[in-house]
């Protein structure tokens, strides 16, 4: 399919976060848009696994949110199971129902996601244009409010605005010499670094030969034996999310877990032995009394991940020597642990809020009045702001969740004489707190990301 001379956005990526912007802009009345992405097709696995209250209302706002509550499971709470503790239910999301139609946790597979935004796309006759490589974008010659979007190819395509949704690794970025940083220090490099030293963690889909003793409608959170450091999650997948690798109606598990210095980096894509090592060391036989250890069937999808976060230095920026709008969003802008299964839902809410911005923007800008095009163009720098703001609080919460569950679960001792467990008074503290139900209804706000403005 040829491409068009000049269109209204680009949007270079087609994950989460530019499905959900498309549609956005659609809805908003900017429909001259064209989708673009290097990979032949989206990837048929699932990565992130959940999506909060605030993302199904930013869905429901573009008229999907009933679509992706069908095919997913409502999760009730956090359960945090240690040996020694009833279980913990750190946050209960049956609280958020005074403040939401969705006071749930939605699990729900990312690829599931991306194909229901791909269906919804191509109904408002929304195309994605694959494979198709942005390398360059540069200001129009004879106007450098505009920008050249530049592909492998050779095709040129003019463009009012562009927005870099492709990935932590994003092209674009690095096109517009955006920093890339991790807000804590540990990264400063416009290119995410691959080593293996910094991917601690895996995440895997699974079937398994018995169920777990663990409950269906919560994200189980198992701390590993005393002596160990580390925390396993299993969560419940909902329907048949695998169609053409198992048959129908088979259970499937995500399975997530940090991986000890002990261990040494883990595979790219572990597979059954691995995994199975993992859940023999760390599974909920360790914590669940009565629990019998779990065995993994097949592998559906692995991956390693790295427990960094990392944050572009602006989201709004420029082609170098222009002055037209890119915008970074999804991952090209932030990016965070799993933990908390909060960069994704950034993602899709960033793109929600952006789509009646930049539409406004083009539209002024088509209308070639200076003060409305400044006010426009104001009010997308409005957005970039406070989107970056708010993606350092949820590094931080991210954070603060990591730090909760990664505690040394051993005996250590004061002036070498007086015993002591960090993970026992910790879990101790918990299991109180948890016992108020104003405790986990806050907990379960700070997650819902209700409080996102």
């Known amino acids: 399919m040829s491409l068009p001379k000049s269109v209204d956005v680009v949007i270079v ?72 503790f009833s279980p913990i239910a750190s946050a ?21 996601s991306e194909q229901i935004l791909s269906d919804a796309a191509k109904e408002r006759g929304i195309i994605v244009h694959r494979p198709l490589r942005v390398v360059d974008l540069k200001p129009h010659a004879h ?15 003019r463009a009012r605005a562009v927005v870099g949704a492709d990935g932590s690794r994003s092209t674009v970025r690095s096109i517009c010499g955006v920093e890339w940083n991790d807000p804590h220090g540990e990264v400063n490099a416009n290119v995410v670094d691959d080593s293996a030293a910094a991917a601690n963690m895996i995440v895997a889909d699974v079937t398994l030969t018995a169920p777990p003793s663990l409950r269906p409608d919560a994200i189980n959170l198992v701390i590993a034996p005393e002596g160990q450091q580390n925390a396993l999650m299993i969560q419940y997948l909902p329907g048949d999310p695998y169609p053409d690798a198992v048959p129908a109606g088979t259970p499937v598990y995500r399975i997530a877990s940090g991986i000890p210095a002990a261990l040494g980096p883990p595979p790219r894509a572990p597979e059954v032995a691995y995994l199975q090592g993992l859940l023999d060391a760390f599974g909920p036989q360790h914590a669940v009394d009565g629990a019998a250890p779990l065995e993994v069937e097949h592998a559906l999808w692995s991956s390693r991940f790295r427990t960094h976060s990392g944050i572009a230095g602006a989201f709004l920026t420029s082609a170098p020597g222009g002055a037209g709008p890119v915008c970074l969003l ?38 070639g009045e200076a003060g409305a095009t400044a006010a426009a163009r104001a009010d997308v720098e409005a957005w970039a702001t406070q989107r970056r703001k708010r993606a350092l609080e949820v590094i931080d919460l991210v954070r603060t969740i990591q730090s909760r569950l990664w505690v040394p679960n051993k005996t250590e001792y004061i002036f070498g004489v007086l015993p002591y467990n960090p993970a026992w008074i910790q879990f101790s503290v918990l299991s109180t707190l948890t016992s108020f139900e104003w405790f986990r209804s806050k907990t379960a706000w700070a997650v819902s990301g209700l409080g996102d403005p």
């Open 13 to 84: 990526g087609a994950g989460p976060a530019g499905h959900t912007l498309a549609l956005s802009l659609h809805q908003s009345g900017c429909q001259d848009i064209l989708v673009v992405d290097g990979q032949h097709r989206t990837a048929n696995t699932s990565r992130a696994a959940a999506l909060h209250a605030a993302t199904v209302e930013a869905l429901e706002r573009l008229g999907l949110a009933d679509r992706f509550v069908a095919k997913g499971r409502q999760m009730q709470s956090t359960t945090i199971w240690t040996k020694g």
């Open 92 to 112: 209960g999301f049956r609280s958020l129902a005074k403040n939401t139609k969705y006071p749930f946790i939605l699990g729900i597979p990312q690829h599931v």
């Open 143 to 157: 106007d450098n409010t505009l920008t050249d979007v530049i592909f492998e190819n050779g095709e040129t395509i």
């Open 330 to 367: 999804g991952d090209a802008a932030h990016i965070h642990p799993p933990m908390g299964g909060q960069g994704m839902n950034l993602g899709m809410r960033d793109a929600a809020k952006l789509g009646p911005v930049l539409a406004r923007y083009v539209q002024a800008a088509k209308g």
